[in-house]
């Protein structure tokens, strides 16, 4: 029997290429948020000593936060959050900016401090939406956290939660009484403000806060002075009290 030849045109088909599903692709994956300041990554391990410096921000297009109705809504969840949980995390100072907050907080292990977080951003999403009249996420990002590990941090972190309304203004050149403190903030509560040379500061009144217990919050950080009620967080304190004498 003859053998047969191949067809020509079985010989000149392209090949064409094999595809598979699944693997490493260019792209693959939830897309990051453009605007977003925060890493995806694991966050580093928390220890019980140090207190965390935590901001919080709010979605575009939501009002002031610093509108009294707006606000009463976040200090009510502060408050709750401390009634909550004061053993494993406490709140122990806040100021609400424009659009974001800053917080100074304690926790007892990086759990905690997750779940705590994780509950205030809740109860915090959830009255200013039914406030508002509106539904989905209030927050443009999940939180950042910054360990406060020496007492001069602790103390710089205060100062710029404390008088962060002061740290805007200063940034707008805008002058303000030495003893104005910023109403949405709990500098109301602090116990370290430097006495003003002839006017008499009401003394601390607790409100929704609680004290702190690490030994860097609660004492170490006075070793480097009490705060200023006109210190301008960012600044640099020696030369600005030079320009003011």
């Given amino acids: 029997m003859p ?3 191949p067809n020509d045109d079985t010989r000149s088909q392209p090949t064409l290429p094999f595809r598979t599903w699944g693997g ?18 694991a966050r ?24 009294r109705s707006l606000f009463l809504q976040i200090k009510q969840a502060l408050a709750k959050s401390n009634e909550q949980q004061p053993d494993h995390f406490r709140l122990v100072h806040y100021s609400v900016q424009t659009n974001h907050l800053h917080l100074i907080a304690e ?64 940034e ?7 003893w104005r403190t910023d109403a949405c903030s709990s500098a109301g509560e602090f116990d370290g403000w430097r006495p003003l040379a002839g006017i008499e500061m009401p003394p601390p009144q607790r409100d929704i806060m609680r004290p702190g217990r690490s030994f860097l919050l609660a004492v170490l950080w006075r070793k480097h002075g009490l705060i200023d009620l006109d210190e301008i967080p960012g600044r640099d304190r020696e030369r600005r009290r030079a320009t003011r004498a």
């Fill in 107 to 170: 926790a007892s292990h990086g759990s905690a401090l997750a779940r705590g977080m994780q509950g205030l951003a809740i109860r915090i999403a959830k009255r200013l939406n039914a406030m508002l009249q509106r539904r989905g996420a209030v927050f443009s990002e999940r939180y950042h956290a910054r360990a406060l590990r020496t007492p001069r941090e602790v103390r710089m972190a205060l100062a710029y939660v404390l008088l962060n309304r002061r740290h805007h203004w200063g």
């Fill in 24 to 41: 490493a692709r260019s792209g693959a994956g939830r897309p990051r948020a453009r605007l977003s300041r925060v890493a995806h990554g």
């Fill in 172 to 178: 707008r050149a805008t002058m303000l009484a030495p």
């Fill in 3 to 5: 053998r047969s030849e």
């Fill in 44 to 67: 580093a391990a928390h220890r019980k000593h140090q207190p965390v410096h935590v901001t919080l921000r709010v979605r575009a297009g939501l009002p002031n936060l610093r509108e």
